[in-house]
């Protein structure tokens, strides 16, 4: 005979899995199972849409107490167990939050401050998670962790662009892309705002990179804006009204001749009028300055070339991140460098700068203007911060020698 074909699993309806995730520590910390472990669902209810995360908290084995050496589990296995869980809960009577990522955290839980959590039918006894249900409580909240979109509406002044008239060329980093503009067939660089690995800082960085593209419009010496890139809000509940359009990502200006470092990885210094670059890096780092800006993370992977040869400094949110390698002496074991005064991050930007004039003199070989580029150097990274020369003198320095040769 013909086996019997298994009964459909009757689960909530209107869900669709995402991604899922758990702590990895817990190898390290000699325990069978993971600390916390979440599933991101979209719920489908009538004509709304719900993102949720589903966070159970601890270890399970806290609870079961019977994870064996030889019964510890998978990750696909603890996975499948776990959506398996997350597919019976009843999602209709939870006050799920609007327009958002709403997170509902299940806990051991005191049962007079929170709730009992409901499934959609009735558990079979194989899965842990079910058998825990009756003293399992949560609570719900906005979920720290989720990516946040800027608004479109707080940077009128730029050109949008839809992703979708977007074609992904190449991946230059993460989050960082060569796209091409389907509708002129032009070349940009697209940063997104949800990159791998993504932290909710990520996006207080694209936020400020927009800010100050904006003030430095049409500025030489400084990355210029080409549009910002959006879509409509992934997490808008309801999916009758307007749409509303958010930033996916920032689109710049391609410039062709790539980054300092790569030139200095590929021996190419010679190619261009590299004597000139030196004072186009300080005056723009200048403006920034003047302006009350500091960039904080100057370094040959952050200078670009345009078509004509000329440097550009790129990467301005000035909140992105400090490699340690290219800080000044006196902020190298500092937990949070962007929270310092002003006059101690202009400092570790001059001394950057300096050291920056040094990696150009080593590319250059023997010319004579390489010996200046060093001897500047030397004033722009004194450790003593009192005898460091300040950005203007290390640049009118640099342009009386650059007429001399």
């Not at 410039?255 to 186009?280: H, T």
């Not at 992977?301 to 078509?307: C, I, M, P, Q």
């Amino acid at each position: 005979m013909p086996a019997t074909a298994a009964p459909p699993l009757v689960t909530t309806p209107g869900l669709e899995l995402m991604s899922y995730c758990e702590d990895r520590d817990f190898r390290a910390e000699g325990k069978p199972e993971p600390n916390s472990r979440s599933q991101t669902l979209v719920y489908y209810s009538q004509d709304k849409k719900w993102w949720i995360r589903v966070t159970f908290k601890r270890a399970i084995s806290c609870f079961t107490y019977d994870a064996e050496p030889e019964q510890i589990k998978s990750k696909r296995e603890r996975r499948n167990e776990f959506q398996d869980f997350v597919r019976l809960i009843d999602f209709r009577p939870l006050a799920l939050l609007d327009n958002t990522l709403t997170e509902v955290i299940f806990l051991n839980g005191d049962p007079e401050t929170t709730e009992p959590i409901k499934l959609y039918r009735e558990p079979e006894d194989t899965n842990r998670f079910t058998k825990l249900v009756k003293n399992l409580r949560f609570y719900i909240r906005k979920d720290p962790l989720r990516v946040v979109y800027p608004l479109c509406l707080q940077f009128p002044s730029f050109r949008a662009i839809n992703v979708v008239e977007l074609k992904e060329e190449d991946e230059i980093a993460d989050g960082v892309f060569r796209v091409l503009y389907k509708r002129d067939k032009k070349p940009y660089i697209l940063k997104v705002v949800n990159r791998p690995f993504y932290q909710p800082r990520d996006s207080d960085v694209i936020q400020k990179e927009l800010e100050n593209l904006e003030q430095f419009k049409g500025v030489v010496g400084i990355v210029q804006p080409a549009s910002i890139a959006v879509f409509a809000n992934p997490y808008a509940t309801s999916q009758n009204c307007a749409k509303q359009m958010v930033i996916s990502g920032i689109l710049l200006e391609y410039y062709s001749g790539g980054s300092l470092q790569r030139v200095f990885n590929e021996k190419r210094i010679r190619e261009f009028d590299w004597e000139r670059w030196a004072v186009q890096i300080g005056n723009a780092l200048d403006i920034f300055h003047r302006a009350k800006k500091t960039h904080m993370d100057i370094k040959p992977s952050n200078v670009v070339l345009d078509d004509d040869g000329n440097a550009v400094i790129i990467d301005i949110s000035g909140i992105g991140g400090v490699t340690h390698e290219w800080r000044a002496p006196e902020i190298r074991d500092e937990i949070s460098p962007f929270d310092l005064p002003f006059q101690t991050r202009r400092l570790n930007d001059i001394w950057a700068y300096g050291k920056l004039l040094t990696e150009i003199a080593l590319n250059a070989g023997n010319s004579p203007f390489a010996g200046t580029l060093r001897l500047v150097a030397d004033h722009l990274t004194e450790e003593n911060v009192r005898n460091r020369w300040t950005l203007s003198e290390g640049i009118e320095s640099l342009v009386e020698n650059l007429s001399v040769h």
